[in-house]
């Protein structure tokens, strides 16, 4: 298992804490939803585990707004991949641990390393 999958504890520092966590599963991410991604974004915007959170995103793949990113933004981060690869099952390759957004020399902190 990846440390960014073992260690959470960062998600007990995350600002979507404080806030409804329905904000972050909006029905779809564009249409009428769109305010609901653009104010759940707005809370990830000032999070200070905003980049470990986007780290278990890319390799959790979970749904709705991670890190700042719809799971159809965090389709075009991952190395390699396409939106189209995605949804056809390309899961499990390739796995991302910090992907260059934590920080290495404070493992602790960013649950990096």
Not at 5 to 24: H, K, N, T
Not at 97 to 104: E, H, L, N, R
């Amino acid at each position: 298992m990846s440390r960014v999958l073992g260690s959470q504890r960062w998600m007990l520092r995350g600002a979507c804490r404080q806030v409804d966590p329905e904000l972050f599963f909006p029905p779809a991410a564009e249409g009428p939803a769109k305010p609901q991604v653009e104010a759940a974004k707005a809370v990830c915007a000032a999070c200070a585990v905003r980049p470990n959170c986007l780290s278990y995103a890319l390799e959790a793949r979970p749904d709705g707004i991670w890190g700042g990113t719809t799971p159809q933004d965090r389709v075009m981060k991952l190395p390699g991949r396409t939106h189209d690869s995605h949804l056809a099952g390309a899961a499990g390759e390739g796995q991302v641990a910090c992907d260059g957004i934590g920080s290495a020399a404070d493992p602790v902190e960013n649950d990096c390393g």
